[in-house]
């Protein structure tokens, strides 16, 4: 299967999640999103969402998970709205932006005033545009993760390395020497053996323990 390597996540957890408002004609939505890791927990943030609003009136949902091309899974919910005007553009929202791992609620105070579908349509995804905005973002790509064992004189060394690589530390071990498993871009992972080998003078090797995803912060929110 092929990844796509142009995903991103979601960086905010279900205890803090991210959130951006709407208003039209009296009517309040509150978007909300989290980072997920299976349609289970997507499914109980909805839940959490609606038992912190008893007095509103829908709490739409859509969620998106997976980073395989062709087996990445979607879920949402118009919870009691007319079909597609408020599980769909919210879904939309989160696909037009290339996310996945992440769900996000639309809780909606009826304001008094019908709206119509498009209105619907229109509130419901500038309410999750406003929450997406807010976030804070990951890209996610394929890595290699490696295993090294490093003497102490060469501990920085290495560690420098990794990062001019693009690749950041899983675990370390201090004992006699440092064992360092480290995170590689996949693009980088070939390079990186070879510089590691020319650096040390062979005094360093770095066994392949498997593929892993790689999630790097995107700096600013939104």
């Known amino acids: 299967m092929t990844t796509n390597t142009a995903l991103a996540t979601i960086l905010d957890d279900a205890g803090s ?9 009296k009517s ?11 349609p289970d927990s997507a499914i109980a943030f909805a839940q ?6 008893p007095k509103a009136r829908h709490v739409a949902y859509a969620a998106v998970w997976g980073v395989d091309v ?24 989160i696909r037009s932006r290339g996310l996945t791992d992440c769900v996000v609620t639309v809780t909606r105070y009826f304001g008094g005033i019908l709206l119509g579908s498009g209105g619907l349509i229109r509130a419901y995804s500038n309410a ?17 993760r490696f295993q090294m064992r490093v003497g102490y004189s060469r501990h920085d060394q ?15 071990d201090f004992a006699a020497d440092v064992t360092v498993s480290v995170d590689i871009p996949e693009d980088a992972a070939d390079s990186f053996v070879v510089r590691l080998r020319d650096a040390t003078a062979g005094a360093v090797i770095a ?15 939104g």
């Open 17 to 25: 999640p991210a959130r951006g408002t709407y208003e039209d004609r």
């Open 158 to 172: 290495v560690l420098q390395l990794v990062r001019a690589c693009g690749g950041t530390v899983a675990h370390e």
């Open 48 to 53: 959490r969402v609606r038992e912190a609003n």
């Open 70 to 93: 062709g087996s990445m899974g979607e879920r949402m919910s118009d919870d009691g709205e007319p079909s597609g005007t408020a599980g769909k553009p919210i879904l939309e929202a």
């Open 128 to 144: 999750a545009g406003e929450a997406i905005a807010a976030a804070h973002r990951a890209t996610i790509a394929r890595g290699v």
């Open 207 to 221: 066994q392949k323990l498997g593929d892993v995803r790689t999630v790097v912060p995107v700096e600013d929110a």
């Open 28 to 38: 309040e939505f509150i978007g909300e999103i989290c980072h997920i890791e299976d």
